[in-house]
């Protein structure tokens, strides 16, 4: 059974642009987690989707979105990059939301911002 | 929200020793207490966790505890080898309805 990908695997992008990174979950799992995993701060957690809905969101600026699509894959934007948001975006799965279990990590998508 | 803290940040012990990693958390409601391994250039992988019915969990060499009482757990890994090198998260949650909230983590490193 095929794990949790994501592309791309690196990103190099500037100031100002934007990012898009994509995830697509274990099958049968309906809940998408992202998270950002810079130097030395852990994983931070930034949203949460379930069954296309927005279910949480982290302590992160409203540049940072992202969305579920029907096939419960997701892809994460982030909108005027700064040098800061470079990091290892992680995104992990689950059965669904109500389900305190085992999350089922990618990966991650490395954003370099130069 | 949940507040998670992990202690040491680095860890360094010599092959066949025991490592113990600490963690404690802010949300007494939280009851679901899972550890992850990342190893260098890897995804994070669960490695064991344990609920709040529980004070204790063994799987071979790893083994957690959890003391409600005073809002912390712990990882205890016994005759480490080299392979247990890799970074270490604890994470906390009090629902399914929220997310995991994951510590800082701490790089072990097993010398050989």
């Known amino acids: 059974e095929a794990g949790v990908t994501q592309s791309p695997t690196h990103l190099i992008k500037t100031r100002g642009q934007q990012a898009t990174l994509r995830c697509s979950p274990i099958s049968g799992h309906t809940s998408v987690y992202w998270y950002q995993q810079a130097l030395g701060l852990g994983l931070q957690f930034l949203l949460w989707?379930?069954?296309?809905?927005?279910?949480n969101r982290g302590n992160f600026p409203p540049r940072f979105s992202g969305r579920q699509f029907p096939n419960y894959s997701s892809e994460l934007n982030v909108n005027a990059l700064e040098l800061e948001d470079s990091a290892l975006y992680l995104c992990?799965?689950?059965?669904?939301?109500?389900?305190?279990?085992?999350?089922?990590f990618g990966e991650g998508s490395r954003l370099t911002v130069l | 929200g949940e507040n998670v803290e992990q202690h040491p940040s680095t860890l360094s012990v010599q092959e066949g020793d025991s490592a113990v990693i600490k963690c404690t958390y802010s949300?007494?409601?939280?009851?679901?207490f899972p550890w992850y391994k990342q190893e260098l250039g890897k995804r994070p992988q669960l490695i064991i966790d344990i609920r709040s019915n529980v004070g204790e969990k063994k799987d071979q060499r790893i083994a957690v505890t959890l003391n409600k009482t005073a809002k912390h757990f712990s990882l205890h890994i016994t005759e480490t080898q080299p392979e247990d090198s890799a970074v270490y998260f604890c994470a906390a949650t009090p629902s399914g309805n929220t997310p995991l909230v994951f510590g800082k983590g701490t790089r072990l490193s097993v010398i050989a």
């Open positions: 992990a799965s689950s059965p669904g939301s109500g389900n305190t279990g085992e999350l089922f």
């Open positions: 949300d007494s409601a939280s009851n679901y």
């Open positions: 989707y379930d069954e296309g809905e927005e279910r």
